[in-house]
């Protein structure tokens, strides 16, 4: 029996309530996400608890208060340390918009954690060819950074990204609920450039009535037929998806099995995007969600997060930033020599 990686999935952030945003107890939790409101309604403001504030207490012992001012500063600066060491971005700058949830949207991955069996596979091989369909762009590294969502080694000792077979097109598919109407014709776009770079052969399927979460099963035969499910591509909000809760703008991520020989593939993934993206204004005529769709099908086709706020794959969205930079197209690239998977 196959072992499958649930959906690695990102995020962006889109409030200026004063929430500090999810991810941050989330990481605390061992998940990448942001941290939680503050709950101004916890407070007791009736007239009883005013009065019971203002009561003369006694005070403590100076020997007592001592210690209570020590282990308080102790257990403070142990909290900041842990605090400032799960920021995704911990210059000044991050720190400032983690406390203060500025209106930043941030991108972010949504983690499965651990690892789901399968009661049934597809037949193996499905539209596996016997050499890669495409050539990657021939990029030479400039310095720029880049990173992706997971690495393997292979038998040599050589460390590879966890991709996409490069012998068989990626199929996706479309929910269109709630989505803008413009969708296909920029999903036409984005495609198109991850194909020039990778040298994958992306398939728009067409549309389905698929409303998924994330864990979201990567085999749907009544649906999609004995095959993997597609990479799917849909608009959505917290009350559906709780990742995307906060100033979560997007998730998506690849799902991934082993062939059998211990080297990792990935089959289907998903991409989930905020809808309330489509309630921002246009950046330099692009529509705002665009963005958040490149960094999330290059979350989807296996790079991650850097924190070079240049790249489109830093985790904080930036609006001189709307298109791949020269570290993503080259992570990108290197993608899109991952390992055929004929036994899958």
């Known amino acids: 029996m196959r072992r499958c990686h649930p959906v690695s999935s990102d995020d962006l952030p889109r409030s200026k309530s004063g929430r500090i945003p ?16 503050w709950r101004g309604d916890t407070w007791d403001t009736s007239v009883e608890a005013d009065r019971a504030r203002t009561r003369r207490r006694r005070p403590a012992s100076p020997s007592t208060s001592v210690l209570t001012a020590v282990l308080s500063v102790l257990v403070i600066a142990g909290s900041a340390v842990v605090w400032w060491s799960r920021l995704p971005d911990q210059s000044w700058d991050g720190a400032v918009d983690a406390l203060f949830s500025r209106d930043v949207l941030r991108y972010d991955t949504a983690s499965g954690g651990g690892v789901a069996s399968l009661a049934h596979l597809p037949e193996p091989g499905f539209e596996e060819e016997d050499a890669p369909l495409g050539t990657p762009a021939p990029l030479a590294w400039d310095g720029s950074a880049y990173a992706f969502e997971r690495t393997q080694e292979l ?30 014709d920029q999903m036409r776009v984005v495609l198109s450039e991850l194909e020039a770079v990778t040298g994958l052969v992306l398939v728009v399927d067409g549309t389905t009535d698929e409303d998924a979460r994330v864990g979201r099963s990567p085999v749907q035969p009544e649906r ?54 489509l309630e921002r204004d246009p950046v330099d005529g692009v529509p ?8 999330e099908l290059a979350h989807a086709l296996g790079l991650g997060h850097v924190q070079d706020a240049s790249q489109l794959m830093n985790p904080k969205a930036s609006p001189d930033v709307l298109t791949y930079q020269a570290g993503d197209r080259y992570g990108l690239s290197m993608l899109g020599r991952g390992v055929c998977a004929p036994d899958v």
């Open 155 to 184: 038998p040599d000792g050589t460390q590879v990204p966890v991709a996409w077979s490069p012998c068989r097109p990626v199929h996706v598919s479309l929910n269109l609920n709630e989505a803008p109407a413009d969708l296909v």
């Open 288 to 295: 705002a969600y665009v963005p958040v769709l490149r960094h």
């Open 22 to 37: 999810q991810w941050v107890v989330d990481e605390a939790r061992g998940r990448e996400s942001a941290p939680p409101p």
């Open 224 to 277: 999609y037929g004995d095959r993997w499910a597609p990479l799917l591509v849909q608009f959505s909000d917290e009350s559906r998806v709780p990742e995307l809760e906060g100033d979560v703008a997007g998730i998506g991520g690849p799902q991934v099995v082993d062939r059998g020989d211990g080297l990792l593939v990935a089959v289907s993934g998903a991409v989930w995007i905020d809808t309330t993206m």
